[in-house]
């Protein structure tokens, strides 16, 4: 079934139709499809196309469709080329010739744009939503878990942190993220409806009002750019893959620290699944799916990258491949965003593992070095002392506060009592401007 076909003389070619079909995925965008027609409808009275009785007919209809559909008494699936012929073809069936009104002053181009645009913004504020609960939720952990760890550079050890300071980290990105969509959103909001398929129209239609019922900021300034603008999916899908890198490097960290090697935190048992011929395995499948997941995410933004470079004003059928990758990056980072709350809220986390790890690991070597300078010794020279007494330290087993004063003394007759104190680890946390860290 089609909404055109009078200036055809022969029949689609069956593969054709097939190829050209995205009813199998647009299908999702239903609500937004009638959502804009009652839009259009309400102006179409306005501008006295319609009369009352007949809008109110029209209006009736798809609120028909609408809460058919919803109660499942209308499956969404047949041989429709996409939802807006689904919808319009379901109308007429509904309540006959009127319904052939609906389309005066509309193309699919500005329909097909503005119900994208409607399904991108609710989509934004499921993610903002999403974002702004994953940070909550890094916060009370964080909170909870002020505790010593070791701070990686290479993922070698290198200086004492906190485990809170670690999660507030992820805290900031996630923070900036959820910025980036917000501006996103206000970028999109805009109302591409009225724009025709390229050009505006003839009729005496008012962008304002449809504008205004959709809850948009403002009506695009160009019809031409407004039926082929694909920005702001763009736009979103650079924010979801910043973002899904952002989860991709804290899943790799759990997928790091729940390892034997590490054994700094505990996944809880509903985000991780077991072996089925290693026993002893709990596997941090959670966090290692949203590493993978990352991928895809990727993937779409550049498909519809390339999608787009090199398309000529204004719509062309291409465009119609914006969807299943908006759609399944969109889903992706929904799940991904709440496994990722989920078990960062349930995680446990190892205190001792932690601590023993700073301990063992010359975690105040940098400290040891300050210490020197603050007796006099020059910071390139103290570097060279320090860099001696880790060799010392490393070949007798010793951390460097194991050492005794008369060993330190061989190295440098800086050191004195003091050095005790300075080099401590909570104290090294609790001084000047690295009380930040807890
Ligand atoms: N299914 C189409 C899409 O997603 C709808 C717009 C069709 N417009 C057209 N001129 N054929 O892009």
Known sequence: MKLWGGRFRKEENKLMEEFNMSFGYDSVLYKKDIEGSLAHVYMQEKCGLLTA??????????????????SGNLGLDGNYEDIHSFVEINLIERIG??????????????????????????????????VSNLKSTLKEVAEKNSVMMPGYTHLQRAQVVTFKHHLLAYFSMLDRDEKRLKNALEILDESPLGCGALAGTTHDIDRNITCEKL????????????VSDRDYLLELMSDFSIIMMHLS???????????????????????????S?????????????????????????????????????????DMQEDKEGFFDSAYTLEMCLQIMERM????KVNVDNMKNAVTKGFLNATEVADYLVSKGVAFRDAHGIVGNIVIYCEDTGNAIEDLSLEELSEFSDAFTEDIYEFIDYENILQKGIKKNLL
Do not use: C
């Open 53 to 70: 009785k007949e809008a109110e007919e029209i209006t009736k209809g798809l609120d028909g469709i609408l809460k058919d559909i919803e």
């Open 97 to 130: 010739e009127v319904g052939k009104k609906l389309h005066t002053g509309r193309s699919r181009n500005d329909q097909v744009a503005v119900d994208m645009r409607l399904y991108a913004k609710e989509k934004t504020v499921v993610m903002i939503d999403l």
């Open 215 to 226: 809850g948009f900021k403002k009506p695009v300034d160009n019809f031409m750019d407004g």
């Open 249 to 275: 490097r804290l899943s790799e960290e759990l997928i790091l620290w729940s390892s034997q090697e590490f054994k700094f935190v505990e996944l809880d048992d509903l985000y991780s699944t077991g072996s």
């Open 277 to 317: 011929i290693m026993p002893q395995k709990k596997n941090p499948d959670g966090a290692e799916l949203i590493r993978g997941k990352t991928g895809r995410v990727y993937g779409n933004l550049f498909a519809l990258f390339t999608v787009m470079k090199g398309i000529p004003l204004t719509y062309n059928k």
């Open 344 to 347: 960062i809220a349930t995680l």
